[in-house]
């Protein structure tokens, strides 16, 4: 979720020194809600598992939890994978620092988001469901019969993944910032306990699969709720009522930014903004269920209707999504001050410093558990994707075709080990700006398979040479004009994710004007090559397919029945 | 290939889906169409319109939902019952 939360790290004019003491009582809660976490992780593998399942030796019982998760685990799961830790502090703080465009969008965008889940996912879990599909690009590929093209779905879905969890770590990172931990004179003590939770989630993710995450949800949910709930109900009275925070407020965002010689931001969008806000909304809808963590949350349901049900239910997050983005207003009202360890200006540490200045130290405490206990869930869902994409699209489509089911889960649990490894070295070692800088772009690439995908649900119309051009089209596009903004403030690339829509001054969501042209040149190539009576075969699907339901047989089942009349 | 195709579920009616159809549309464009709701006033206990009008599309949109789900899974289960009815050997 929200990929476009840029100029996170505003101003840097040197402030005090930005040494915090340690907050133990607040840090003995999030370490004992962590070990917490940790044991129920270990256990998850034991989980509704029959005897002869355990080890999960299958990508249905690692990868995907067994395939048979409810309504209510469902709602837990997903709503602990789409709305994650980075989320979390990173929308508030840009509500702080620039006000409405970049920050309150995701509350339209996780509206909209549900009437496109409940049109499209349903159709999705009952093709994987008949054929066995792990991955959205099992799916292409079995629907096209182009290993190509799903490739380029899976690479698209891992390259997109990777700098998510390396957020997910920068959100932890502002947990432990404000705890107290992480003061920059030692970088290694600094990072360890970033290490270790890192490690202990790698090593329970290998051991349970997708039961892991599934179990911590509920608690990290839970806690969630709480925080969001209690701070909802307290703070705005005790800082002076709602109507106080909207005046302080606007009396920060509209100041002139000595960086631009522009207003900080906006309360209410002006109208050159409002094509910013709503492509925005719905790119990041459309590319939202288009991540393969988000699918890999569907195809681990039990039966075609969850997640329609589910798409009644988790808006319910959204509104706890709506009042989080606002505690950015009330800590702006509250004069938190989110200085870093050296001593710069970090917005993200705002929703974080909050929770720590306006709370006993335990409750404090327990919000940023939950916080911390947000980038886990997520983490590990997104390393089970990409290991997933990875092991079924990559290596046994063009190494080993003949990779037995045990031989599969073997393989991508050991790739979900590396995936983490690769997230944690990306934040170690990169700044932290690059990881947003590629969080950026991956949403505006994930959203260049949302064709392939889509249009395959419903036609075969599209010839997959047309779909694999768009798709290489859209993925230039966005990504030389995502680096061709430059950040008023810093000079830098990638400063942003809107720009002027082609040959007009209107500022659109960049995702969207790639997808447009994706999208255009499918169709029209798709055409010419029909002109030509370019032949496009192989299509492992038919039509019963998109509606099947859990009590439907499966296509192994149906072959073994009634057997091939003809190849 | 192989088997003919067996379909799962009997021919649709069209209002169901349209209805349902409509509803999620509404759920979709009216939560996108800003200049309809980028103004503070009427403020709401001192939130500006902008704002608790998109937290109020929470609720209508998961509302509109519900109807939807409700109007389609009852004419899946005709359309189910239909093909065991009918077909069943």
Known sequence: MSAHLLSLVTGT???????????????????????????IGFLASR???????????????????????????????????LYTAYTFVAVPAAMWASGAVSGFFAVPYTVVLYPIVFI?????????????????????????GSRWLSLAVAVTGIVATMPYIALQLVGIRAVLTVLGLGSNSNPLMADLPLIIAFVVLAAYTYTGGLRAPALIAVVKDVLIYIAIIV??????????????????????????????????GAVIPGVTGFNAYWTLALGSAMALFMYPHSITGVLATKSRNTIRRNAVYLPLYSLMLGFLALLGYVAIKAGTNPVDTNGAINAQLVVPQLFLDAFPSWFGGVALAAIAIGALVPAAIMSIAASNLFTRNIYRDFFKKDATAKHEANVSKLVSLIVK??????????????????????????????????A???????????????????????????????????????????????????TVYIGVTAFLINALIAVVGTLVLRAFRVRDTGDATRESDFDADENDPKVAEIERSEPLLEP | MSAPDVPTRGPARVAPYLTAGILVAIAIVMPLTVPLYARATPALWGIPFFYWYQLLWVFIAAGLLAVSYALVTREDRRRRAAVRGAGER
Request: proline letters at 4%; aromatic letters at 16%.
């Open chain 1, 13 to 39: 004019g040197p402030d005090a020194s930005g040494h915090r003491p340690v907050n133990w009582v607040a840090l003995i809660i999030v370490i004992v809600l962590f070990v917490l976490v940790a044991v």
């Open chain 1, 47 to 81: 989980w509704r598992t029959e005897a002869s399942a355990r080890g999960l030796h299958s990508l249905d019982e690692w990868g995907l939890g067994g395939r048979g998760f409810g309504t209510w685990v469902t709602w837990f799961l997903l709503g602990g994978d």
């Open chain 1, 120 to 144: 499209l996912m349903s159709r999705l879990w009952s093709v994987s469901h008949r054929h066995g599909y792990v991955t959205p690009a099992d799916f292409v590929g079995g629907r096209y």
């Open chain 1, 231 to 264: 701070a909802i109900a307290y703070l705005p009275a005790h800082f002076g009522g709602w109507g106080g925070i909207f005046d302080a407020a606007e009396k920060k965002l509209s100041a002139t930014n000595p960086a631009t010689g522009a207003p900080f």
């Open chain 1, 421 to 454: 490894f690769g997230a944690l070295v990306f934040v170690l070692g990169l700044d932290q700006s690059s990881a947003i800088n590629f969080q950026l772009l991956g949403g505006i690439w994930i959203l260049q398979t949302f064709p392939s995908i889509v």
């Open chain 1, 456 to 506: 395959g649900l419903y036609t075969r119309w599209f010839n997959k040479w047309a779909l694999l051009v768009g798709w290489a089209a859209g993925i230039a596009y966005g990504t030389i004009t995502a680096y061709d903004v430059v950040n008023p403030a810093t000079h830098a690339h990638f400063g942003g994710s809107i720009a002027a829509f082609p040959f007009t001054s209107t």
